[in-house]
């Protein structure tokens, strides 16, 4: 179907849907985070595409497919799409899918004696969210927890940067931080967050046993109350005059040590 300003139900359903006005839907734009995401097996709503996307070869069997498996479907020009595009240079589509299930019912099914999980406590730059969902996908994590006031994990931002992970790993949203820390201690799980004045280091740690991995906001960290409230804390040495590194770069180090003593002991 062709998509014409005239027609436009759909466009300004996806413009709200950008912009986080429906809840119960994400944006997903561009062809490869398309394809994961039904490669995912999100339910899809609505498919937009470009013409002169559609007239490449690779990106016209994944429109096919997604087609086939969207509700509603159509085809728009370059300019239209640009209306709605969440990027600056429109990526040739967009699609509209249900939002993941993402409560805690969903880290209960994997919350066992070994779990790996991540919390994310009032981060709001979705860049890093997104990036710290990619890698905790990566280094073997089995869930991630959002705190009130943290960057959504699906808003399109932060889709872009878990490139997919996002569809896949369990994720508890818009948790309070004390039933975060009194899920986790009713589940015997290891409560760990980074300090650069705690005494031990990240290495020091056995991060075999169930834990989660509690990551502050990026301009001040974790109040002391926050910090107390958790079983430990762990320090990554640094040298020079540094004070902190970026908090995706920190969950990186932390959460591979994690995997790294995990695939030791496997």
Not at 99 to 109: C, K, Y
């Amino acid at each position: 179907m062709q998509i014409t300003s005239r027609d436009n139900s759909l466009l300004r359903q996806a413009r709200q849907v950008r912009d986080g006005k429906v809840q119960d839907l994400i944006f997903v734009e561009g062809l490869r985070l398309c394809e994961e995401a039904l490669r995912s097996n999100l339910t899809i709503e609505a498919v937009i595409y470009s013409v002169e996307l559609a007239n490449k070869e690779r990106a016209a069997v994944a429109i096919d497919e997604l087609t086939k498996a969207s509700r509603r479907a159509g085809s728009v020009s370059e300019k239209l799409l640009e209306s709605i595009s969440y990027t600056k240079t429109p990526q040739g589509i967009v699609l509209l899918a249900q939002r993941p299930s993402s409560g805690m019912e969903r880290l209960n099914e994997v919350a066992g004696d070994q779990a790996l999980f991540v919390v994310l406590h009032q981060l709001n730059n979705p860049v890093n969210v997104g990036a710290i969902v990619r890698t905790a996908e990566a280094a073997g994590v089995n869930g991630l927890i959002a705190t009130r006031h943290t960057s959504d994990p699906f808003s399109p931002k932060s889709l872009r940067g878990a490139m997919g992970s996002a569809f896949r790993l369990p994720i508890w949203s818009d948790a309070e931080y004390s039933e975060v820390i009194e899920w986790c201690r009713t589940r015997h799980i290891n409560t760990v967050c980074s300090s650069v004045s705690a005494e031990s280091s990240y290495t020091a740690l056995d991060w075999t046993k169930g834990t989660a991995l509690v990551l502050g906001p990026e301009s001040t960290g974790l109040t002391d109350g926050e910090t107390a409230a958790a079983n430990q804390t762990v320090k990554i040495p640094m040298h020079g005059d540094v004070e902190s590194l970026n908090v995706s770069v920190a969950a990186g180090i932390l959460l591979f040590e994690a995997a790294r003593q995990r695939d030791f002991t496997s």
